[in-house]
């Protein structure tokens, strides 16, 4: 957009703040309206609710014109920065409005049994303590697995090995760990 139309608009602007002066808001609603529409459109709401966000904007600009900084922002910067967060607000609203307050999964979780804390963390110090008896890159491509989260595609990727050798090496890993916590008298495998 050339300076030219950025300082109309901007003097159209202060003339909405100052007078509000119906004819200068007519041309900003008639430049801007249908293009704050095809700008939500394109970040994925539907024509009616573009439509209505846009609407809303322009009514935006005819309250709070006198809040426009020039040095700031361009008007058309302004206006988008303000159609972005309608359409965020209006998401928000929506997604709220589906949410069940009685959703079983909304809920905190019940507190874990003590004792099956206790377990827990005994457990996961013996698995500990096994993987130091695992081979340095059969114990690395479980971390990476396990601990990181990572797919046998991501770890092969990462690591350069054969995607068949990674899986025949988590596999040897395995059995590897179940026989030395089947060993361990302190481990409960049942």
């Known amino acids: 957009m050339s300076v ?17 002066d119906r004819q ?16 939500l459109m394109r970040l994925g709401s539907d024509a009616a609710t573009a439509e209505e966000l846009a609407q809303e904007v322009m009514i935006t600009l005819w309250r ?23 359409r965020i607000d209006s998401l928000r609203r929506d997604r709220s409005a589906l949410l069940d307050a009685e959703d079983p999964s909304l809920r905190p979780p019940a507190p874990e049994d003590q004792d099956d804390e206790l377990d827990a963390r005994m457990r996961e110090e013996r698995v500990r303590e096994a993987m130091k008896e ?8 479980i971390r990476r ?8 595609s ?9 995607l068949g050798t990674v899986k025949s ?17 302190a481990v409960d495998t049942d």
């Open 4 to 20: 030219a139309a950025e300082d109309r608009f901007s003097r159209l602007i202060a003339k909405v703040a100052q007078d509000r």
């Open 24 to 39: 200068a808001f007519e041309d900003l609603f008639d430049h801007f309206a249908p293009r704050l529409k095809a700008y």
């Open 64 to 86: 709070k014109a006198g809040l426009f900084d020039a040095t700031r922002a361009t008007a058309a910067t302004w206006l988008f920065r303000i159609a972005r967060n309608r």
């Open 134 to 141: 695992l081979p340095e890159e059969q114990a690395d491509l």
């Open 145 to 152: 697995a396990f601990f990181s989260g990572l797919s046998h």
């Open 154 to 162: 991501q770890i092969a990727d990462e690591t350069g090995l054969p």
């Open 169 to 185: 090496r988590i596999r040897l890993a395995f059995t590897r760990l179940r026989r030395i916590l089947e060993a361990d008298d």
